[in-house]
């Protein structure tokens, strides 16, 4: 791999690490495990994969029973490319499943980009799934929806996920870019080995189903509501997703709400601050749910 100091602290955790794979609505979603403790349950983003909470599972996994997913589409999880297999039922089946084969819960879910999307979404429909949800960089679903509508700022930063939504789009991305955005070089070459592996037509289904497409429009109704304790950390130097969609979430969280904003992050924040993240997660976690 390499030399880089890093690359033993990876190389460790992934030897304590057991691997696991569930069956889900007739998909292979895989994650992996380690430690013992109150369980934290973690979802990656695209392009990325379970490794990407590599910092903070080496931690937490002193004390906590840790465990991070492959979403369906990435790495070693199914890669089913047809559309529908990608709506949000199916994509909360697969953390579900995880939980139960995790064979505990509630569990504490941390979510990031389209993990942090999927987390959303969890805890409002599943409560009985979520003892503390954390999400990195991605506002509420209903937020982002609104900040398309009235944002330009927003709907120019998206421009991106216009490209992606756009058929046959995963033909136009060139492959390294799925790498670009990693710096690290004791990751990168896992990061890459991860992506070959993944289907880029089929990572691109989280675009084509469940983000906005134009016209852009709010949500008639209000979700539901979040009700466990909930800790957003948000890198403001996002240039994806804005922070403005932070606006206003304590209505959508009856739960404790706790927003931390870093200047000096941006949309990776568990790669660009990751021991600051993983110190957060750490007082956070030990803090009484009460108190969370």
Do not use: C
Not at 14 to 30: C, K, L, R
Not at 107 to 128: C, K, N, Y
Not at 240 to 249: K, P, V
């Amino acid at each position: 791999m390499t030399n880089h100091p890093s690359d033993t602290k990876i190389a460790a955790l992934e030897a304590a690490v057991s691997h696991h794979t569930v069956d889900t609505s007739g998909e292979q979603i895989h994650y992996a495990a380690l430690g013992e403790g109150a369980p934290v349950l973690f979802i990656h983003g695209l392009p990325d994969h379970w490794l990407t909470w590599w910092h903070q599972m080496q931690a937490l996994g002193t004390t906590h029973r840790v465990a991070a997913m492959d979403l369906r589409g990435f790495n070693l999880s199914a890669q089913p490319v047809e559309p529908s297999a990608y709506a949000i039922d199916k994509l909360i089946g697969d953390v579900a499943a995880v939980i139960d084969d995790m064979g505990v819960g509630p569990v504490t879910l941390i979510g990031h980009d389209w993990g942090g999307f999927v987390a959303w979404h969890v805890a409002m429909q599943r409560p009985d799934l979520v003892a503390r949800l954390g999400i990195v960089n991605i506002p509420h679903p209903w937020a982002v929806a609104r900040e398309l509508v009235v944002n330009p700022a927003q709907t120019e930063a998206s421009a991106y996920a216009r490209l992606f939504q756009t058929p046959g789009a995963h033909k136009m991305i060139p492959r390294e870019q799925v790498s670009a955005w990693v710096s690290d070089p004791a990751f990168k070459p896992r990061h890459e080995a991860a992506m070959d592996r993944s289907n880029l037509d089929a990572m691109l289904n989280y675009y084509r189903v469940l983000f906005p497409s134009e016209p852009y429009a709010e949500y008639p109704e209000a979700p539901p509501m979040i009700t466990m304790p909930t800790l957003v950390i948000y890198g403001t130097n996002d240039p994806y997703l804005l922070a403005d969609g932070l606006n206003g979430l304590w209505n959508y969280v009856s739960g404790d709400l706790t927003i931390n904003t870093w200047a000096d992050a941006g949309h990776f924040a568990q790669h660009e601050q990751p021991e600051r993240l993983t110190q957060r997660l750490v007082e956070w976690l030990a803090r009484p749910e009460t108190q969370a």
